[in-house]
């Protein structure tokens, strides 16, 4: 039992002053004889015995009164230690797309707001913050509105993300009841390292499930063949193993121009193709419907006028390699010689290679320095007997780079770089038994640049990145196998390729991205880029041959967007989500042991508010004190 004026407590030592009072009242008297009173001594006695009882009966009645009195006054209470301490509530709601996910005929979000919104007292003051929204220190009158109008994210935090952003939101020290809801399905990718929550707060666990876990997906579409007139796209499918079949169709611009049944085998997977003109402009959508997720069920992608990447290569060696490489379906392929080079054609390229100069004008090297600080790429392969001071006076602003002395060795390249980016997604898995290439002499070069491909006592062959690349040997078949070798297509290809990156059929949103326009914009031109009503400014750097653009925080929405210039349609450019939320597999939290006695919103507040009850008993001591201030009357009244 507590009380709320505990100091009150002291005038209990008061009720000495009525005890000392009674004590008095019952000291020894001294016996006097009295005659002819012999018949009335057994009455004197027994009349005395009876108010000495009456006295005691009533000190403890009054006793007994003023103590009900004096804790009426500290008012009484039984509560827990928390009730009254201030009460710090987080909830993490989960918006991403797997919410999207059915129960009772409702979105899974859906649900939750509605459960918020009914639950959460007027009175209490929360924050809440989903995948990328935070309303802090709110009544949940002031953000109904808001979580009533609320859309899917595209983005999920992991679970250790979410207990570092709600522990910011606690103020740190003090004595405070700190405790998270944690709203969500609990995706099995959700999942890190460990699921630990904050540790001096009350985590509840509140997971939502759907109905059914059953869900359509349309993954992906690329071009698998490419014909002179026609183009043959396929698209995959992904599928509960339940689901057998289901329409897919595709539109152009707006309108159906195929429909066709993506069938299913037993892993769930699917694929469907379409067949188009090769030189027929595309801005396509692939739709399925079906009852599970909404977000993906369509894709959009888009085919424009393909821009040719502009390669030049210069030097006297053999450039029949490079054409062979640099198709004219994909490249804008030219070789010139140092005699016979025009030096104003330099910026408008967006790949240079030397090919085997036995020495770089310093007005070349100027040139080229000039042009890879305006996002040009470079590609350096350097003669059997070149002159080490120009070559030099070019490589030392790039990774510090110096070519050394000749070394007329043969040597074998035996170390590739997988993860470097020149060889992203070319290899499904390290090579261990590769065809290695081989040279009969090279340069020793001291550089800091990463190393692409080693010889096989860890030295360079191949290195850099970022735009600028360097061979320690020359590859002509004088000198080196590497011409016939599987590695000179992926290494040279993708630094042309690389060089301007054109955008793809589609981008995904959960990915960073950069598209090059071959375009030059005049002094305060800038690049927009829109769809319908929705128009913004993105990332730019303009350079002599191109603008690269950069997508961050924009687009929000998947779809089809047009990249202009004061009005002017460049290019057409299309987005889609991520589709990892797709797979709907949950996580068993009573199996990581993170299940809690809290199963929805309503109870954990309720057990709050049985929590924060306080039993007040000074009415009890009131009417206590009444009674016993009515027992001293029938005290006075009826004993004798």
């Known amino acids: 039992m507590q009380f709320k004026f505990p100091e009150l407590l002291w005038a209990l030592f008061l009720l000495l002053i009525p005890i000392f009072i009674h004590l008095l009242q019952l000291r020894r008297f001294k016996k006097t004889p009295f005659t002819n009173v012999k018949l009335l001594r057994r009455v004197v006695a027994k009349s005395r015995k009876s108010r000495t009882l009456k006295k005691w009966l009533l000190l403890l009645t009054r006793l007994l009164l003023f103590i009900a009195l004096i804790l009426a006054f500290a008012q009484p209470f039984f509560a827990k230690k928390t009730a009254f301490l201030k009460k710090e509530i987080v909830i993490y709601l989960d918006d991403s797309f797997s919410m999207q996910a059915k129960k009772d005929g409702n979105s899974l979000l859906n649900n939750a707001v509605q459960e918020l919104i009914k639950s959460i007292p ?161 801005e396509g959508k692939l739709e399925i419907v079906d009852s599970g997720l909404i977000y993906d069920n369509q894709l959009f992608f888009n085919i424009d006028k393909k821009e040719k990447i502009k390669v030049l290569a210069i030097g006297p060696g053999d450039s029949q390699f490079l054409e062979r ?23 408008a390229q967006n790949l240079i290679v030397l090919n085997e100069i036995t020495e770089i004008p310093s007005a070349l090297s100027t040139g080229l320095r000039a042009f890879t600080d305006n996002g040009g790429w470079l590609t350096v392969i350097p003669a059997p007997d070149m002159d080490l001071d120009s070559y030099n006076l070019l490589s030392m602003g790039y990774f510090s780079t110096n070519y050394g002395q000749k070394i007329n ?8 770089s997988f993860s470097h980016p020149l060889y992203r997604n070319v290899f499904e898995k390290d090579a261990t038994n590769f065809q290695y290439p081989k040279v009969s002499s090279f340069y020793k070069i001291n550089t800091l640049g990463p190393h692409i491909l080693s010889f096989e006592d860890n030295t360079p062959f191949l290195f850099g990145r970022g735009g600028a690349f360097f061979f320690a040997a020359s590859i002509a078949s004088e000198n080196s196998n590497f011409r016939n070798s599987p590695l ?19 981008m995904r949103m959960d990915e960073q991205i950069q598209v090059d326009i071959p375009l030059v914009l005049q002094k305060d031109e800038i690049l927009k880029v829109s769809k319908s009503n929705y128009e913004f400014i993105p990332l730019q750097r303009s350079s002599a041959n191109k603008v690269s653009i950069l997508f961050q925080e924009n687009p929000k929405t998947d779809g089809i967007y047009r990249i202009h210039k ?51 008993l000074w009415k009890w001591f009131v009417i206590l004190a009444m009674l016993f201030l009515l027992v001293e009357v029938l005290i006075q009244k009826y004993f004798p």
Do not use: C
Request: charged content about 20%; cysteine-free.
């Open 409 to 416: 060795l043969p040597r074998n390249i035996t170390t590739i």
């Open 325 to 347: 490489i640099y198709t004219d379906d994909e490249f804008a392929f030219t070789s010139a010689t140092l005699r016979t080079l025009d030096y104003s054609i330099l910026e």
């Open 488 to 506: 000179i297509v992926p290494t040279l290809y993708n630094m042309g390729n690389n060089s301007l990156k054109l955008a793809e059929l589609y």
């Open 122 to 282: 007027e009175e209490y003051s929360i924050t809440l913050f989903t995948n990328e929204k935070v309303f802090e220190n709110a009544t949940i009158s002031a953000i109904q509105n808001d979580l009533l109008t609320s859309t899917y994210s595209p983005k999920q935090l992991q679970l250790d993300e979410i207990f570092l952003k709600a522990g910011a939101f606690f103020q740190p020290g003090g004595e405070t009841v700190q405790n998270t809801i944690l709203i969500s399905d609990f995706q099995q990718r959700m999942a890190s390292s460990s699921l630990d929550s904050l540790g001096n707060t009350t985590t509840s666990w509140i997971q939502t499930l759907p109905d059914n876990v059953k869900n359509v997906s349309l993954d992906s579409i690329y071009v698998a063949n490419e014909g002179s007139e026609n183009l043959e796209l396929v698209a995959t499918l992904t599928a509960d193993k339940e689901t057998k079949d289901i329409p897919v169709s595709f539109f152009n611009k707006g309108e159906l121009v195929a429909k066709t049944a993506a069938l299913f085998d037993d892993n769930g997977q699917a694929t469907v193709n379409f067949t188009i003109g090769n030189n027929e402009i595309i």
């Open 566 to 616: 004061n009005g002017e349609t460049i290019k057409h450019i299309s987005f889609n989500y991520g589709r990892v939320e797709s797979e709907l597999n949950y996580l068993d939290l009573k199996a990581f042991g993170k299940s809690s006695d809290t199963y929805s919103v309503r109870s954990f507040f309720d057990t709050m508010e049985k929590d924060n009850s306080v039993t007040e």
